[in-house]
C-alpha cells in the first residue's frame, strides 16, 4: 500500500522555515533578556542582613540628640537607598537619575523626592539647620521606600 504524498514545488520553501524558526527564538531570547532587564537584579539574602544592620544604626542616630546626628542620618539614609537603586540596576549618573528611571517601575518611589531633595539643601547649605520633625519624617520615608525595593 502506496501513501499519497504531496509534493509541494517552492524555491526557497526550506530557506524560509529556517527564517522563520531562527526569528521566532531570536524574539524568545531578547523577551526573556528584556524582562530579566526590567526585574533587576535584586538583592541576596546576605545583602539584605548587612543593609538591615546599616538601617539599624541610621534608626539610632536619627533618635540620638543634637542635629549633627540627626544630619548624618538623612545622609546616610541617601547613601543607602542610592546603593539599593544600583543594586536594582537603575541606570543614571546621578541619585536623582536613578530616581527618575525607578519612577517607572516604582511609581510611589516619588514619595521620597522631597527627602531627597532635604538631603541635598543639607549637603550643599551651609548654614542649612534641621528639625527634629524633618529629619525623623525624611528618614522614615527613606525606609518606607527601602522596604518597597525590597532592600530592608
Known sequence: MDFPTIEIDYP?????????LAGVILLAL??????????GRGFASTDRESLRRRWTEIESLVNQPGELAKK?????????????????SMPGETMGERLKYAAYKYPDIRDVWWAHKL?????????FNISN????????QFKKTLQMLGAI
Open 12 to 20: 526557497g520553501l526550506g530557506l524560509t522555515l529556517v527564517a522563520v
Open 119 to 127: 538631603r541635598n539643601q543639607l549637603a550643599h547649605e551651609a548654614t
Open 133 to 140: 520633625r524633618e529629619a525623623t519624617g525624611a528618614v522614615a
Open 72 to 88: 548624618m542620618a538623612l545622609l546616610e539614609a541617601d547613601k543607602m537607598l542610592d546603593l539599593a537603586l544600583k543594586s536594582l
Open 30 to 39: 531578547v523577551i526573556r533578556k528584556i524582562k530579566r532587564y526590567w526585574r
